[in-house]
């Protein structure tokens, strides 16, 4: 952040602004309840106010509120200017659902005095505030720029931490033009860019002129710095618009996500099983991006009902993506296991158990080469499994991180062939063979689940729209197949709660997002 | 419910109490997002209305908000009596805090009318409600019953969902002797028993008059229903207390997690490894006393490092229980892993990847029992090693769900001694013999952790009472000592994130009532 602030006295800016929160990173969770951890950030806003002899700093950071009524903390910008604390705003609207958790921690700011600097006037904002334009957001019932207005603000300044979803970046501009259309000033949107583990955030931090003109929308998952006129900015009158689809968001979120994960806990190396399928290749696929082929390693793992070309597809992406691979069979750890539970199983037919000790028996290589070699595991689940349950707890879930567990099967299709785009990475072979667990002889996916299609429409419903049972069976789907998916959902819970953390790309995943029962009797 | 119900017509009571949202179970999470729980809700409410024709019946329930600003729901008590819905009070203080995410879902209630019924004026509240006498409570702002006393109420009734911890129980009866104390009104408090996967609620219900004598206190950890006469409690001047220690509440709160647990998933059986240390030990007794001897078996699972008195003192206990067990010696299986793994591993010296190796062998065979026979696994890891991160994921870290993941392992002698207070019921070289996890030769817990004495110490001034690094070495630890440990709680997060839920009777507790990032530079 100091170099941040040479570069824009360099550039002979008199603002500089980061993110909200920013001297914590967003979301700091339950450190927030450390005083320690307070007053490490205190430091922080310190040496910043130290810092701000000859630039004004605008800097997102828990603040101590000062009354005992009330939580303890305010979530505030700070505005730093000639060596003080010249302004801080208190955030007034905080978000508390899916992801996030701000009445946990914080109070809500009442003072909506605007700041002065250099003979202007700012409407100094924390993200949600301008989420509620005239208050048509049935959650909150007051508009902080609204209580601002009278004082008659020269622009408007918003700190964010606003997470990627496939949707959020379209949505966020809505809400700007709105605030924009409302207000008539120019808009400073700050957002941070980089995973939190679960969390991504994309950047693409946004200018746009009074008339609702988008003047600059920074790239997305890149860490930029830019200077701009405010003079240019409100006499702009054309747009200029990133424009990416859907699956190429999905897999630069991704790509990041594995990048920030690996990066902040100080390591460099992935391991993953590849089985030939789609789920595993798509994976690899996405870490090699994110950390060089060098540093992805992987194991091909087959076992007596292994086909012959999941062992060469497998083989082809590796040599594609120009990778280590290794090829270690399971069968004699899996005959190992089935001698020592010969005298408890006796003559108990093959069933889901023996599916699930060959998913562990590759679970332990992979863990075991993890912790030899500093390998992070990957998961390889798509949220289709996750979802459903189909998947072995310890086996095929382990991991620390999951990549593609908040991207439905039909997704993870598309995002095959969207890396496939310009040459054949993914061997195609993996892309149109029937998906299967191959667990046991000529199985496939369909034999216990319905097509991905229906499936994943019907998961949609239930998880992202949150529909009940009557709604999706009136959508035209056959009752007893919609409650039996419902079911799986609601009974998987205690696996997904003992899974990796999912890298979040939809508006509803699986993780801290989405908080569910695990003993509970409704729709299982 | 109904039920219930009727028992209380039998008895000529005029009003029968239920618990905070007991149409719905306490917390009931995200399912509150699904309008169709909600319509399931609703309907339960007009059975119980038509039930109420002869009795006044006083219901949690999640409610509607009528109006489209705010959250879509209040946390109501209804006043059913007369076959009509006579009065809904809102709950107005929402904890939002430790296991609590109330704002999350509901608006905060603004309306303080009492109720009318039968001549008599009762001030109706729900839980936290009453946890704001004088407005000390800085959380909040506003004090329910003070808004209330204006109409003059003769007595109060409070529902509640009030989780167990150790010293929730003494906390609860201050809390209301405070709020007779300033009222001087009878009170009757109802709480919820039973437990919701981590969270157990242990009942405790309480009768006090309005000189603040207890007049009745429930029994813990079990379904009672009692009727009482109002007259009784207002005249009543001797106090009825009861008297557990905090190691006996730990024990029955444990015995009842886990039954609740396995009957609210409609499962009886329950599978462990026993290794002859205590964890396992006092887990497996618990285990029996939940679920009956007859619904435990346990796996003995000596590799070439454990000793001859392991597989003795589990043999043993087995036998103490009257449990199946059976013996499965690893060693086949991690020589078969070796062998797998010795073109990758090559010369490299025995390291954590072996021991690892090893857990994940026994976590294997467990899961395998799991799969095959329908025994839930338990999880045997205690607080400590939870919270250094002593212990493989996948191996002995798996499990539906953790016994004593929320005891430290001080506590978890004083729970073994509190077993064997009437009979030797686990082995007595089991509690005295140094703990070793048994993954090396002559390995002890010792060899790379503290006594336990100081590490629980330490661990519960950073978990439970959130010192920081500083205030911890200023009570007299050794610096280094004091950041090598707080580094591995926190480093240990991704581990903790991937457990079994654990049963939860400390103040806080590993899981939902702590949330921390997985991706961390604070005191990592």
Redesign the interface.
Known sequence: MLAAVETAIADQADIVCFGELATT?Y?????L?????I??SNELIEKLTEASKDIAIVVGAPRVNPV?????LFNAAYFLAEGEVKHVYDKCLLP??DIF?E??YFEPGSNFEIVHYKGKKIALTVCEDIWNIE?EN??Y?ICPLDQMMPAKPDFIINVSASPFNYNQADTRIGILKENVARYNLPMFYINHVGA??QIIFDGGSLIMSPSGKVFEEFNYFEELQKSFNLDEVIQADSENRQNKEKIEKIHDALVLGVK??FG??GFKKAILGLSGGIDSAVTAVIAARALGPENLRVLLMPSQFSSDHSVNDARQLAENLGIQY?I?P?E??FK??E???E???KD?PF???EE??QA??R???L???S??FGNILLNTSNKSEMAVGYGT??GDL?G?ISVIGDVYKTEVFQLAEYINKDAEVIPQNSITKPPSAELRPDQKDSDSLPDYDILDTILFEYIEK??????IIAMGYDEKLVRRILRLVNISE?KR?????VLRVSPKAFG?G?????????LS
């Open positions: 990173g979301p700091p969770r339950d450190f309840e450390f005083e320690d951890f007053n490490s005992a009524e009330g939580k303890d508390t659902y958790d009445y946990r208050n049935p959650l019932t939190q583990t920030n994960y902040k806990l290794d270690i399971i004699s750890a190992t296991f001698k020592l539970l005298t408890q199983f108990l069933n889901v158990t699930n000790i562990r028996c679970g332990l290589l863990m075991a080469m912790n030899k707890l310890y382990a620390g949150r529909k009940g049972p009557k709604e205690f709660h003992q899974t990796a953390p801290m989405r908080r569910m029962p695990i003993v509970a009797k409704y």
